[in-house]
C-alpha cells in the first residue's frame, strides 16, 4: 500500500447448503489452490468457530443467526484487509446471511453448494442423517429444520452432478471473472 | 508476498488494564498514529467485541475468559496475516492474557496500562465505580472483581503521571523497537 505495489482485493467466499452436501470437501480444495496463487488465505469452517467463537449456542434460529453473524463480523474485518476467507457453514437462512452480505459488501461471494437431500441422506458422512430421520435430533437443518436456499447466489454447485475437483474448478473460475486472481496462463503465446 | 515486496509483520497490542485506566484513550490515539503510518490496523474494543462475538456473556470469570479467548482467536487471524491490531480490554486474569500469547506468538505485545485504582475510580468516566462502591456492581474489576497484573509486560504505561500522548509515544517507541514500525526520520542528516 505505502509503496504501490499491487494490492489484493479480499473477498469472502461463503460456502452454504445442507449438512453433507460438500462445503467442507470443495471448500478445502478450493483453500489449497488459493493458497498456491494468493498469499493469504484464512479458513472459517462452521465447527472451528462454534469451538471458538460460538460455544454455548445452540440450534435455536436465534442461535444460528448469531452464530452466522459472528462468523460475518470475523469475515468483513478479514476481507478488508485483503485476506481470502473461506467460510463453510450450513448458514440456513435467507435473511442472516443477507445481512453478512450487505455487511461485507462487494467482497461477498455467495455459493450455493446444493445437492438433494436423499443424496446428501445417502452420503451422512457424519451419521447425522439417520439420527435425524429417528427423531433424536429436534433441530436437523433440512429434516427437522429448514434450509432457505440462496435467491439469487454468485455461483451454485452441483455436487451430485460434480466431482468436488470440477465444482472447486469453478469457484476459481469465479473469482477470476470477478477480477480476484489473474487468471493462470495455460498456455504460451509462442 | 508475490513479487518480493515488503511485508509488514502483523502484531496485537493488547492493553490491559482497569476501568478508566485509559486503555481505549491511549489505543484510539495509537491506532490514529499506526494509520497515517502503516497500512493495515484493526482495533478490537471490548465493548464492541462484547456486541459482535460475546453477547450473553456475563462477568463471571469463566465468561470474561471466554471473551478474552474469542478476541485472541480473531487477533491471532488478523496478527499472522499482517495486520496489526489494537485490543483494548480489561482482561483480568493473566491466565487467560498468557493463553493469548502463546497462541499469538511473537507479535504479541502486552501494554499494562497501570492507573492506582483511586485515580481511577476519581475518574469515574463512566459512572460505574460509584456504583461498585455502592455494592450494585457485583463483579466489577478492583472492587469487586479480582485484577491480576501481568508478570512481565513489554510495556507499562502510567496513565496517572503520563498524558496519554505521552502514553501513545511510548507505544510507538516500543513497535519500533521491536521492529514492527520504521522508525521516523525527524533530522535530514544534511
Given amino acids: ?26 471448500s478445502e480444495i478450493v483453500e489449497k489452490q488459493l493458497r498456491r496463487r494468493r498469499g493469504k488465505v484464512e479458513v472459517l469452517d462452521g465447527d472451528i468457530v462454534r ?20 462468523i460475518g463480523f470475523v469475515a468483513k474485518m478479514l476481507t478488508r484487509n485483503g485476506i481470502g476467507v473461506v467460510v463453510s457453514a450450513i448458514s440456513p437462512y435467507k ?6 452480505r450487505r ?16 443424496v446428501c441422506a445417502d452420503r451422512d458422512v457424519k451419521g447425522l442423517y439417520k439420527r435425524a430421520y429417528a427423531g433424536e435430533l429436534p433441530a436437523f437443518t433440512g429434516v427437522s429444520d ?12 452441483n455436487t451430485d452432478q460434480e466431482k ?19 487468471p493462470v496462463e495455460e498456455f504460451s503465446r509462442a
Avoid at 435473511?95 to 453478512?100: H, L, M, Q, T
Fill in 1 to 26: 500500500m505505502e509503496d504501490g505495489t499491487k494490492i489484493e482485493r479480499g473477498f469472502t467466499l461463503w460456502f452454504t447448503g445442507l449438512s453433507g452436501a460438500g462445503k467442507t470437501t470443495v
Fill in 51 to 70: 469451538t471458538n467463537l460460538s460455544k454455548g449456542l445452540g440450534f435455536s434460529r436465534e442461535d444460528r443467526d448469531t452464530n452466522v453473524l459472528r
Fill in 95 to 100: 435473511e442472516a446471511r443477507d445481512e453478512v
Fill in 103 to 118: 455487511d461485507i459488501g462487494d467482497g461477498f461471494i455467495e455459493i450455493y453448494v446444493h445437492c438433494p437431500i436423499e
Fill in 146 to 157: 429448514p434450509y432457505e436456499p440462496p435467491a439469487a447466489p454468485e455461483l451454485v454447485l
Fill in 164 to 182: 468436488p475437483e470440477e465444482s472447486a474448478r469453478k469457484v476459481m473460475a469465479k473469482l477470476e471473472e470477478l477480477g480476484y486472481l489473474d
